[in-house]
């Protein structure tokens, strides 16, 4: 499995910024899909961007896209969530994940290595 560590996490205005890190190790980061998912207290875990081993092919939740951008640096190990003009209903601990093939799914549940998840805060 992957072991992954998110950062870039804060408190934040409505309208700003962050950019969300998860630095991979152990198996071959550049093999595995990348997905973020957020969850907010008393809500279920929800789909926030995916993107494919490659980097090629990205997804996103309707409410994203437009606002966030998915990356990655294979050689650096590293996945990226560049969030902005952010709202309080953004307002969540995010977790970035992984799963050992080419294609990004939307699920939860496909992804087989995940984060301890970073807190962001966005204020009114």
């Known amino acids: 499995q992957v072991q992954l560590v998110e950062s870039g996490g804060g408190l934040v205005q409505t309208g700003g910024s962050l950019r969300l890190s998860c630095a991979a190790s152990g198996r071959t980061f550049s093999s595995s899909a990348m997905g973020w998912f957020r969850q907010a207290p008393g809500k279920e875990r929800e789909f926030v961007a995916a993107i494919s081993w490659s980097g090629e092919d990205t997804y996103y939740a309707s409410s994203m896209k437009g606002r966030f951008t998915i990356s990655r640096d294979n050689a650096k190990n590293t996945g990226y969530l560049q969030m902005n003009k952010l709202k309080p209903e953004d307002t969540a601990v995010y977790y970035c994940?992984?799963?050992?093939?080419?294609?990004?799914?939307?699920?939860?549940?496909?992804?087989?290595?995940w984060g301890q998840g970073t807190q962001v805060t966005v204020s009114s």
């Open positions: 994940a992984t799963r050992w093939d080419q294609i990004a799914p939307m699920k939860a549940y496909e992804y087989d290595s």
